[in-house]
């Protein structure tokens, strides 16, 4: 399946499902984060959705840390590796992320075309997978499937944001039902208000650190090689190992996910 450059319409649809509240079920609300789930036909594809409303920090500030690989780094402790592999156009690339899963199951990567999109005071990030023939999977990870994820941000004005996460993705995996119940009630709100407050501490990093240095917003400081459409295919659920962790039980295991970023 040829891969294509999401355009105004795919952005638009995005932003109506992160706002849409038919046939989503809220799972958490607690202290300005609110998680809903959706049951989808396919038992494996998982389709969660997450809100924060982020009061003192602006959208420009949020989109800015979303899209800063290098303070990623500081703060994302469920990462284990991100790099760029390419650019396509001014306003999408090609990617790998991996992160940790819950122990003792195993941990997952993509690589994603993402693509991204100022409008008016919104801010869109949208990515879903493909693959590219010089990153095939790896043998220590599961290849998993990001059918659509993304992020709105919109402004509530020069100092305040709420912001959407929206992820519908197949881990290619049977996982057991204490790990969606752990994904939607400890760590996709965990996972939001680390966001929020990365994105306190985003402005005095970045004076410190390239503060000039923005090629999401100004496309000639992008020093990535550029890439062609036609290197990359839609990465098929279906072409990948499919593994059963159902049956594995939780284990105790202690996490550094409060600690200060």
Request: hydrophobic fraction near 30%; include cysteine; charge should be neutral.
């Amino acid at each position: 399946m040829p891969v294509q450059i999401p355009d105004d319409s795919d952005f638009s649809s995005f932003k109506d499902q992160c706002l849409s509240t038919e046939g989503w079920i809220s799972r958490y609300n607690k202290g300005g984060v609110t998680v809903w789930c959706r049951e989808e036909e396919s038992k494996t594809v998982q389709k969660v959705k997450m809100r924060i409303v982020c009061r003192d920090v602006s959208a420009e500030t949020l989109y800015d840390v979303l899209h800063d690989t290098s303070y990623r780094r500081k703060w994302d402790s469920n990462m284990i590796d991100t790099y760029d592999i390419g650019r396509l156009t001014v306003n999408a690339d090609v990617g790998y992320y991996s992160w940790k899963c819950p122990s003792p199951l195993k941990n997952r990567d993509f690589v994603t075309m993402r693509s991204w999109l100022p409008l008016g005071n919104d801010y869109l990030i949208i990515n879903y997978s493909v693959k590219h023939p010089q990153h095939p999977p790896k043998k220590d990870y599961v290849r998993a499937v990001s059918l659509l994820t993304g992020y709105l941000i919109q402004s509530n004005g020069p100092s305040s944001s709420t912001l959407y996460y929206l992820t519908q993705m197949d881990p290619r995996g049977s996982l057991p039902k204490w790990v969606v119940n752990r994904m939607s009630q400890l760590v996709a709100p965990k996972a939001m208000r680390k966001i929020y407050k990365a994105s306190v501490k985003y402005p005095e990093w970045k004076r410190k650190h390239n503060p000039n240095l923005k090629p999401w917003m100004y496309p000639e400081q992008n020093t990535l090689p550029c890439i062609s459409v036609s290197e990359l295919t839609v990465q098929r659920a279906d072409s990948l190992e499919n593994i059963d962790e159902s049956g594995l039980n939780e284990e105790k295991t202690h996490h550094s996910d409060d600690e200060d970023t």
